[in-house]
């Protein structure tokens, strides 16, 4: 069974059609890249795979278990007697809800989908160590009582949120910068520390959002050996990206959409010799240039 | 026929809810902030109408009612210039200082500008000198009346929203307006002075809640200083239930809270109608928090 | 003076909270009974500072009808020590109970607002309960006028009248306050009260579950809240819906804002300011407002940040690039 599958995925905003009834899959621990042309859908897919909108058509299921849907209209809700009954605190009629809802954001990092943002979502004014200390928060569950009494299971729990806060950094070689404020890194390590940050929630899916962005040659080619250790260590990752340099190095699949609909898939040679990709490509420069 | 005359009231009174949210709603498109210091601006405009009115009666005791047309012309002036003072002085230095402190500070120019009304005016209840407003009543069907003073307020008030929708939609200025109202560095490099259009603005909107002030106090003949707070509350309540920053918005979002307003204290209790309205204000923004008018803002990250 | 505050930081933190604890114990024994007073108000305004403190400065949620909380438990406990005669120390709890539900009923609804939306409607639930109060719903809670004769604390057979004692409860409460409020702000949910703060976005995709973080700094806040309103009622045994004015939620929103937002040196700062000045210089009441709105007016200005920030919110206002500083063992 493959980790994540995408069924019919159709996104609407409006009038326009953004993703338009996509399907492929990802199997358990390999590098797969989506590309296409600019407003191809490609961080609209990201963004209805991580929870952030819901698809207008179409379901996503992740280790067989179904995250995305689009969400229930007001006449299905009614009809549905697991969400009149949703608020009770009743074990099996909350998991029939389950199945119905839709997840938010943080349930499905929960569930080990870990992502990285095309423009930078760090938070800025905290320490690097800060920043990644923010990973295993969907791990532990100190509460209120907790912070507040300082009970054995807490302290325990502190000391692992910083422990793993720290492995990662070293990971991801961002051990020296521990105590800095994360809005002072240079760009490179900013974008590595979204990276290690995505990490400390112990995924079993990555999802990088063209984590090469701004990068030069020399931190692209780290960034490489640095996915492939990733996916070594038994993450899968899913990798949207414009510079084909890495695409092509890296991935051993390639899905490649255009106006939202899929035209290709297949190893990078394939996808390289299919005539509709050619032309996805060569036809957006022709109108950039 | 108690409808329609609650009707008729209601109207009246959104009529002024409109005029003032007008000014929360332009100064809202163009700087995201909510101006807590308009309903002061508004109130001063009532207790300065005053002192105009009982100078220029005491000096020409025939005037009468054209007692009013100068009134109104200073009260405005002399209500835009402070607006535009207190944009100088507590919001500019502000434009680029995040969402909070503007808030703050608006905050802040609205409890000076209550205080100087208080302990100049008094914290007592000022009437408004009497005999220079129409009087007369015009008898719909049954029982319903519609006074004169009514039928001057709605159409007074109906011309000068008319104007501003032209002046936003058709003139140069305007369109300028609409484009800050969008992105101010985008505006600036289109070569729109954004400092003078915000500086407009602020002409426009503290001028037209002057003249609302003097109108307000003269159809209800006595206010007191808690007129700025309450009635712009209510003001802005009106301009976020028919989305903020849009203009129509404003004026049909005033129209329907009077209404309302109305027909509430009328068929349910008159000691809660200022609740009806917050809980409709909440109502709205939990389902529409666009407001009825305002466009569903597109999600992007 | 930053030279001075690190050295004092370097003092070991035990020493030196003591030593304030023995201060504040002393410092009402030389003072008159007015004084004494004055110093209690002082210390209320300094715990209704700290709870809104966790929805202002640790969440960064605009809350400006936070005295609707404190009104609600003033009235929780009156109405049950006037109408079922529950002592008033044990109303306590019921007053936080009850604040804190209305607090996660009022907001659970509309916490997907954003910044301006989120205000407003905080204001319009204070004044809903201030109508309310003043409406006499359900005929008990006596309209205008409010509520009269309410017990005072009743413990270890004091004179209740004297304000010292009532000074000496609301520390004992202050002390607590603090030690929680402190504990919260360097705990797991402290932090993701932090990351709510700097990037909603972001903090979600960690797998933060904001909604519930932002109700729980609410919740908490307002409950706290309530817990002050009842220690009010049992000192000055009147009550009236004047509590839940807008005008008190805005001295609540200027003591964090003004002192420095998200940090508890800041709200005492914060407090001397709004309530103990003012009180101290009586003659000078009628200009108050103004007074308050220059402050506010000018901080925004020169020093957004407030007076004694934490060395986050600070940069968070002041935009960080320029400074770098390595972060400090402790922090604020």
């Known amino acids: 069974m493959a980790l994540l599958e995408i069924y019919d995925l159709t996104k609407k905003f409006g009038g326009l059609l953004a993703v338009d009834h996509v399907d492929f899959a990802i199997n358990q621990g390999e590098i797969l890249g989506l590309i296409g042309p600019n407003g191809a859908g490609k961080t609209t897919i990201f963004n209805m795979i991580t929870g952030v909108y819901s698809p207008t058509a179409g379901e996503i299921y992740f280790q067989g278990e179904r995250i995305a849907r689009p969400p229930l209209t007001w006449r299905e809700r009614l009809s549905t007697p697991s969400w009149w009954m949703s608020w009770l605190p009743i074990a099996p009629l909350q998991e029939k809800w389950d199945r119905v809802r839709i997840l938010p954001p ?15 979502h760090l938070f800025n004014n905290l320490t690097v160590l800060e920043n990644v200390m923010a990973g295993p928060h969907c791990r532990t569950q100190a509460g209120v009582l907790g912070a507040i009494f300082h009970p054995p299971a807490q302290q325990a729990e502190e000391a692992y949120i910083v422990g793993e806060a720290e492995h990662y950094l070293e990971f991801m070689q961002l051990s020296a910068y521990r105590d800095e404020l994360a809005c002072n890194l240079p760009y490179g390590h900013q974008r590595r520390l979204e990276i290690a940050r995505a990490l400390a929630t112990r995924p079993s899916l990555l999802v990088l959002d063209e984590p090469a962005a701004g990068l030069n040659e020399q931190e692209g080619l780290e960034l490489v050996a640095l996915i492939r250790e990733i996916r070594d260590s038994g993450i899968t990752v899913l990798l949207i990206e414009h510079d084909m340099k890495v695409v092509m190095g890296i991935c051993e699949r390639i899905v490649v959409l255009d106006y939202g609909a899929r035209i290709a898939v297949g190893t990078p040679d394939e996808v390289q010799a299919n005539p509709r990709v050619v032309t996805a490509y060569l036809g957006e420069e022709e109108e950039e240039v | 026929m108690q409808f329609i005359q609650q009707l008729i009231n209601g109207l009246t009174i959104g009529a002024f809810y409109s005029l003032v949210a007008l000014g929360y709603t332009m100064v809202y498109g163009v700087l995201k902030l909510i101006n807590f210091s308009h309903g002061d601006l508004f109130m001063w405009g009532a207790y300065l109408g005053l002192t105009g009115l009982n100078v220029l009666l005491a000096l020409l005791p025939q005037a009468g009612a054209w007692a009013i047309l100068p009134v109104v012309i200073i009260v405005m002036t002399t209500v835009a210039l402070v607006g535009v003072l207190v944009e100088r002085v507590a919001y500019r230095p502000l434009r ?146 028919g989305g903020i920053g849009n203009i129509p918005g404003a004026m049909l979002g005033g129209m329907i809270l009077g209404i309302i307003e109305t027909l509430g204290a009328g068929y349910i209790s008159p000691q809660w109608k200022d609740v009806i309205a917050y809980v409709i204000l909440i109502i709205i923004l939990i389902f529409r928090p666009t407001g009825l008018l305002g466009e569903r803002m597109a999600e992007k990250l | 003076m930053e030279n001075l505050l690190t050295r004092l930081r370097q003092v070991n933190p035990l020493r030196w909270q003591l030593g304030l604890i023995a201060l504040a114990v002393l410092l009402p024994l030389p003072l008159g009974n007015y004084y004494r007073s004055v110093l209690w108000r002082t210390g209320l305004y300094i715990m209704l500072g700290l709870s809104l403190n966790i929805i202002v400065g640790y969440a960064g949620l605009f809350q400006l009808g936070h005295a609707a909380f404190y009104a609600l438990g003033a009235y929780t406990a009156a109405l049950l020590n006037l109408y079922l005669d529950v002592p008033l120390l044990l109303t306590l709890p019921a007053s936080i109970i009850v604040a804190a539900l209305f607090g996660y009923l009022i907001t659970r609804p509309i916490l997907h607002l954003q910044g301006d939306y989120l205000c407003i409607v905080t204001i319009a639930f204070g004044e809903v309960v201030r109508l309310v109060l003043v409406n006499n719903l359900f005929g008990i809670t006596g309209g205008a006028n409010g509520l009269s004769g309410i017990d005072r604390p009743a413990l270890f057979g004091l004179d209740w009248r004297q304000p010292i004692y009532h000074y000496y409860l609301m520390l004992i409460f202050l002390v607590i306050t603090i030690f929680i409020v402190q504990r919260l702000e360097h705990s797991r949910l402290g932090r993701a009260w932090m990351y709510v703060r700097e990037d909603e976005v972001a903090a979600e995709a960690m797998g933060v579950d904001t909604t519930r973080v932002k109700l729980l700094a609410f919740v908490l806040g307002s409950g706290w809240a309530g817990l002050v309103g009842a220690l009010y009622a049992g000192k000055i045994t009147v009550i009236s819906p004047d509590m839940s004015k807008f005008m008190e939620s805005v001295i609540m929103f200027c003591i964090v804002v003004l002192g420095g937002t998200g940090s508890i040196p800041g709200i005492f700062v914060g407090t001397l300011g709004m309530i103990t000045l003012p009180e101290l210089f009586r003659p000078l009441k009628a200009w108050r407002d103004a007074w308050l709105g220059f402050a506010m007016v000018t901080m925004m200005i020169l020093r957004p940040e407030g007076l004694w920030p934490s060395r986050r919110v600070r940069l968070e206002m002041r935009g960080a690039k320029e400074v770098s500083l390595p972060t400090p063992a402790m922090d604020d």
Do not use: C
């Open chain 2, 96 to 241: 680029t200082a995040g969402r909070l402190a503007p808030v703050i500070s608006a905050l802040g120019v609205a409890f000076i500008l209550e205080s100087l009304a208080r302990n100049i005016y008094g914290a007592s209840w000022k009437t408004y000198p009497t005999g220079i407003t129409p009087t007369g009543r015009i008898a719909l069907g049954g029982d319903a009346r519609v006074s004169v003073m009514q039928i001057v307020v709605l159409a007074i008030s109906f011309l000068i929203m008319g104007a501003l929708y032209l002046f936003v939609q058709r003139t140069r200025t305007g369109t300028a307006m609409r484009a800050v109202s969008l992105d101010h560095d985008i505006s600036r490099l289109m070569g729109i002075d954004v400092d003078r259009i915000i500086a407009i603005v602020f002409v426009i909107g503290p001028g037209l809640g002057g003249v609302a002030g003097m109108i307000v106090a003269l159809y209800y003949g006595s206010f007191d200083f808690t007129l700025g707070w309450t009635f712009g509350l209510k003001a802005f309540i009106a301009a976020i239930m």
């Open chain 1, 106 to 120: 943080h349930e499905i990092t929960e569930r080990g989908i870990a992502r990285t943002f095309q423009t930078i």
